[in-house]
């Protein structure tokens, strides 16, 4: 059997615990107290745990039913770079346009920053924005 590196457990735990199935302990358990979180969208960075639940609960009303595909993982030292794909289902909350349970599809990829006892301390996020829109009927393709 062959055993699964760091990166790799860290990187399913992010999408299989945290994304998936939304849970806080898993947020308590991976995340620092006051990590950083860096993203497209928002004016200022979102700060600490208690900043990143909040806007993982909006993300998971927004977008429903994941199925998430890890194709990459990338490790040295303490950084972990993550390419992903994901489907989803959109039902509303995102710039006032209507859901409806359409599906779209997220690519992006997502950098960890771990620090020395192992918990995620900083986090880079580029996720495919325009491309959601598209397929949202918000901007022409």
Not at 56 to 68: A, E, N, V
Not at 78 to 93: D, E, F
Request: proline residues 1%.
């Amino acid at each position: 059997m062959q055993t699964m590196k760091p990166g790799k457990h860290i990187a399913q735990r992010w999408f299989d615990d945290i994304f998936t199935r939304g849970s806080h302990d898993a947020v308590d358990d991976m995340l620092t107290v006051n990590c950083t979180f860096h993203g497209q969208g928002h004016q200022k960075e979102l700060l600490g745990r208690d900043e990143f639940k909040n806007w993982l609960d909006w993300y998971r009303q927004t977008f429903q039913d994941h199925s998430w595909e890890i194709q990459d993982v990338i490790q040295e030292s303490n950084i972990i770079v993550v390419r992903y794909q994901a489907k989803a289902a959109y039902w509303g909350g995102l710039l006032n346009i209507k859901g409806k349970g359409q599906t779209i599809k997220e690519t992006g990829m997502i950098m960890l920053h771990i620090n020395n006892r192992k918990k995620i301390k900083e986090i880079w996020c580029e996720m495919s924005d325009l491309q959601v829109l598209q397929q949202l009927g918000h901007l022409p393709e």
